[in-house]
């Protein structure tokens, strides 16, 4: 069974620009979450979709947006990049929302704003 | 307030040892469950184990086993027989069924396993 996977793996972009970060859960999951992992601030939830639908949102300005097709794979979208949006932008698949007993992660978007 | 608590930033133990990374968390909400997660430097975090509030029993899964007392709040993971490959940032986290259900996670415990 093919795990969660990534893409891209490594990004750079300038300051303004912005950018899609693409993510297909394991076959059959339902629910796609997006984290955020910087050092300063560690892993900090960005949104969850279920179903297609928006299920639960973290405290991020409008500029993070995402979207769940539907055969489960999700985008999210950083509009207006800044330099502290350099991060690994992590995804997590589950059979149910809010992760059900285990959440299954993927490799991660390493993005670079320079 | 932090609502999961790692102590400890980083940790070393020796090939074959056991080893122990504290967790502490903080809720009001009876039900619960908390989980560790293990994250190598490749970046994918890992599920190890997972606890629920209402579970009578310590949760094991092989070589890992989840030392859960409820009454401290606290759920810390324990490793048995350290394998080179253990080396990696161990997050745990806690998840509240009340609210909004979403996974909040420790600062982590960078664990480093000595040949």
């Known amino acids: 069974k093919a795990g969660v996977t990534q893409t891209p793996r490594y990004l750079i972009k300038t300051r303004g620009q912005q950018v899609t970060l693409s993510c297909s859960p394991i076959?059959?999951?339902?629910?796609v979450s997006w984290y955020q992992q910087t050092p300063g601030q560690g892993l900090q939830f960005l949104f969850e979709y279920f179903s297609e639908t928006q299920r639960n949102k973290g405290n991020f300005p409008g500029r993070f947006s995402g979207r769940q097709f539907s055969n489960s794979r999700s985008e999210m979208n950083v509009s207006t990049l800044e330099l502290g949006d350099s991060a690994l932008y992590l995804c997590?698949?589950?059979?149910?929302?809010?992760?059900?007993?285990?959440?299954?992660f993927g490799q991660g978007t390493r993005l670079t704003v320079v | 307030a932090q609502k999961i608590t790692q102590t400890q930033p980083g940790m070393f133990v020796q090939e074959k040892e056991a080893v122990t990374l504290d967790c502490t968390y903080d809720t009001s909400d009876p039900s619960y469950g908390l989980f560790w997660y293990k994250q190598p430097s490749s970046g994918e975090m890992i599920f190890l184990i997972y606890?629920?509030?209402?579970?009578?029993q310590n949760a094991t899964e092989g070589r890992y086993s989840l030392n859960f007392q409820k009454a401290r709040k606290s759920a810390n993971l324990v490793i048995s027989a350290s394998q080179l490959g253990d080396s990696a940032m161990y997050f745990c986290?806690?998840?509240?069924?009340?609210?909004?259900?979403?996974?909040?996670f420790g600062r982590g415990t960078s664990l480093i396993v000595h040949p």
């Open positions: 076959s059959g999951h339902r629910s």
């Open positions: 986290a806690m998840r509240e069924s009340g609210g909004s259900y979403i996974p909040t």
């Open positions: 606890q629920g509030s209402y579970d009578q």
């Open positions: 997590a698949s589950s059979l149910e929302t809010g992760g059900g007993i285990a959440a299954f």
